[in-house]
């Protein structure tokens, strides 16, 4: 059982170029959220997505959209890449509606330069 | 969302009891209490969750008072691998309640030899 998985590792790109970070789950889970985690700080929830074509807004979703055509993934695309977006991102999973625990993936550590 | 508070740091001994409490006096009725251990270059990991009075399993307790107002995580008898950061989430599992997952800043818990 894979959990939460999140490619690639590392990343760096040029300002104003564009990536898709991807997060793939195989337990089913309905929920599905990404963070953002800035040196010393805490997680910042960007977008997330309660089911297959449902997503929302978190705290911090400027410069970053999202999809949910299946259940088991959730990638995250930055259109145009800004130094301000260099962080370490999560993906998170959850079950469904009775379970508040949720499962992270490795993170996709990203600079952009 | 509760906003929740807690201490920035601590430090401990090896083989000591630690305690960190996470103030949270806005909660709601129906929300839940969870705590997340997160190591460097990880993504966090469910420790506990709790309701009311005392919640314990293989990893921690978890003390909420009658007011729920605040809670304490207890760590028994620490070792140099607890050293992390510990969150403390508040909120309403859905359906009835949000589907975000908001996570502070954590404390930094550093165990020391």
């Known amino acids: 059982n894979a959990g939460v998985t999140q490619t690639p590792k590392f990343q760096v790109l040029k300002t104003g170029q564009s990536m898709t970070l991807q997060c793939a789950q195989d337990m089913n889970h309905e929920y599905m959220s990404w963070y953002r985690q800035d040196p010393g700080m805490g997680l910042r929830l960007i977008h997330y997505?309660?089911?297959?074509?449902?997503?929302d807004q978190g705290e911090v979703p400027n410069g970053y959209n999202v999809s949910r055509s299946t259940t088991e993934d959730f990638p995250l695309r930055l259109l145009s890449a800004a130094p301000s977006q260099t962080s370490v991102y999560f993906c998170?999973?959850?079950?469904?509606?009775?379970?508040?625990?949720?499962?992270f993936g490795q993170g996709t550590r990203l600079t952009v330069v | 969302l509760a906003k929740t508070t807690q201490p920035i740091s601590m430090d401990s001994y090896e083989g000591q009891e630690v305690n960190i409490t996470c103030s949270h006096n806005?909660?709601?009725?129906?929300?839940?209490i969870t705590w997340y251990q997160q190591f460097p270059s990880q993504g966090p990991r469910f420790i506990i969750q709790g309701y009311k009075t005392k919640v314990t399993n293989e990893v921690a307790s978890l003390f909420i008072p009658a007011d729920r107002k605040s809670s304490t995580l207890s760590l028994p008898r620490v070792s140099l691998s607890d050293t992390a950061v510990y969150y403390c989430?508040?909120?309403?599992?859905?359906?009835?309640?949000?589907?975000?997952?908001?996570f502070g800043t954590g404390t930094r818990l550093k165990v020391l030899a």
């Open positions: 989430l508040v909120g309403d599992p859905p359906p009835s309640g949000t589907y975000k997952y908001i």
């Open positions: 998170a999973s959850r079950r469904d509606s009775s379970n508040t625990e949720a499962f």
């Open positions: 997505s309660v089911g297959a074509g449902i997503t």
């Open positions: 806005n909660i709601a009725t129906n929300d839940y």
